[in-house]
């Protein structure tokens, strides 16, 4: 878990500076950037790399989330994470949903925290199932995301290198900046989760466990 915190440590400092610069950018005052110097980096592939680690890993998780509610008889939260779910994870497609999916992700990862803190539960045979499916993708899913920051880094310097290219970075300008918090949020929970698995003897708990340990 240290590793996970000086990621994400790391990433707010990140985002710090890109918004501070992309606001800046924004407002004409980014002395000594512009399209001369340093190496160039082409923003639709910084910004397509980005988005498919960033859409592959919300899709991952929330199918995670889908099954932790299922398991807990919480249908309707199951349906809104179906929604990231089933999340187009072509890059291109996926663009335009990326800020809607943070919103569910981490409404839902309020809402999965809460459950998981809560009392024990008796997981009866059926939610057991439930809750043994959404391990895999827990694991896969926080995987994805703590490699989020040197995409992250890339498309800063797609900026610092560039400065017309925040112009086509889309819902991503205002997304970036939540990336710390949602990744904490993310591996939080996934925590608690395989805890709360490991606790009922969950299929699956220790190879979760074993597997989370980045």
Do not use: C, W
């Amino acid at each position: 878990m240290k590793k996970i915190y000086s990621v994400i440590s790391a990433l707010t400092i990140l985002m710090f500076v890109f918004v501070s610069e992309a606001y800046s950018l924004g407002h004409g005052n980014l002395p000594g950037l512009g399209s001369g110097g340093g190496s160039k980096v082409d923003v639709g592939d910084a910004k397509l790399k980005f988005t498919k680690l960033f859409a592959q890993s919300l899709s991952d998780y929330a199918k995670a989330q889908q099954s932790l509610f299922l398991a807990y008889g919480k249908k309707d939260l199951a349906d809104r994470a179906e929604q990231v779910a089933n999340f187009n994870t072509d890059a291109k497609k996926a663009e335009n949903n990326i800020a809607k999916s943070v919103e569910i992700i981490t409404k839902n990862n309020t809402e999965a925290e809460l459950l998981l803190k809560g009392a024990n539960v008796k997981f009866s045979a059926e939610a057991a199932a439930h809750y043994a499916k959404a391990l895999p993708p827990t694991v896969t899913g926080t995987l994805s995301a703590v490699q989020m920051p040197p995409e992250a880094k890339n498309l800063l310097s797609v900026i610092q290198s560039d400065k017309t290219a925040v112009l086509s970075m889309g819902e991503l300008v205002n997304v970036l900046p939540k990336i710390p918090d949602l990744v904490k949020s993310m591996t939080t929970v996934g925590g608690l989760l395989i805890k709360v698995a490991k606790n009922n003897n969950i299929e699956g708990a220790a190879d979760a466990e074993k597997k989370f340990k980045f």
